[in-house]
Structures are given as C-alpha cells and as structure tokens.
Nanobody, 116 residues
Framework: QVQVVESGGGLVQAGGSLRLSCAAS????????MGWYRQAPGKQREFVAR???????DYADSVKGRFTISRDNAKNTVYLQMNSLKVEDTAVYLC??????????WGQGTQVTVSS
C-alpha cells in the first residue's frame, strides 16, 4: 500500500503565496505521476496540476502562470508553489500518487483558505 500525506495549507490573504507538500511512502516501486486536485465546499473535485515521472507537467487553465508543480524523486515528494492566490483558490487540496503497482492513492487533503 501507498501512504500519501499532504502539508502546507493554511490561511493567506489574496495575493499571497503558499507552498504545499505531498509525501508518498510505503510499497512504492515506481511512481508514474503525482498530482494535485482541489475540492471547494459544494463543488466537484477538480484537477489542478500534475507531474509525470519524466518531468512533464500539466496545469488547469485557472492556475497557469500562478502555480508551479515540482517533484523530488529521491524523497517521493511533490510540491505545489501557489502564488498570487485568489479567493476562489480556497479549497481542500488533495494529492494523488499513481504508481505502477498500486494504481492511484489519495491523501487526506490540506485546507487552503484565501481571504479577501
């Protein structure tokens, strides 16, 4: 099994920055991709960003130019640097880790609240 733990959420004013971290541990043979999703109250979970094992990255249009995803392969950790935060970025941010043997594993999420 794969354990996924997010950290780094908090309360920040609009225009501010936060850096989220997601660490994977357990039965990891090879990670295919690590990604971030978010879910706001009353809304569906939505894709934010992902990074593949080869380094390719994808972003949702709503965060392009403001968020940057990066990865430390040695630590099985993915980061999400969030700049120029907006009130509408408020959500629980969840990390997804996809491995070759375990499929997809989700973390519990970390709350990000952006105040006006």
């Amino acid at each position: 099994q794969v354990q996924v733990v997010e950290s780094g959420g908090g309360l920040v004013q609009a225009g501010g920055s936060l850096r989220l971290s997601c660490a994977a541990s357990g039965s990891i043979f090879s990670i295919n991709l690590m990604g971030w999703y978010r879910q706001a109250p009353g809304k569906q979970r939505e894709f934010v960003a992902r990074i593949f094992s080869g380094g390719r990255t994808d972003y949702a249009d709503s965060v392009k130019g403001r968020f940057t995803i990066s990865r430390d392969n040695a630590k099985n950790t993915v980061y999400l640097q969030m700049n120029s935060l907006k009130v509408e970025d408020t959500a629980v941010y969840l990390c997804l880790v996809v491995t070759t043997t375990s499929g997809g594993s989700w973390g519990q999420g970390t709350q990000v609240t952006v105040s006006s």
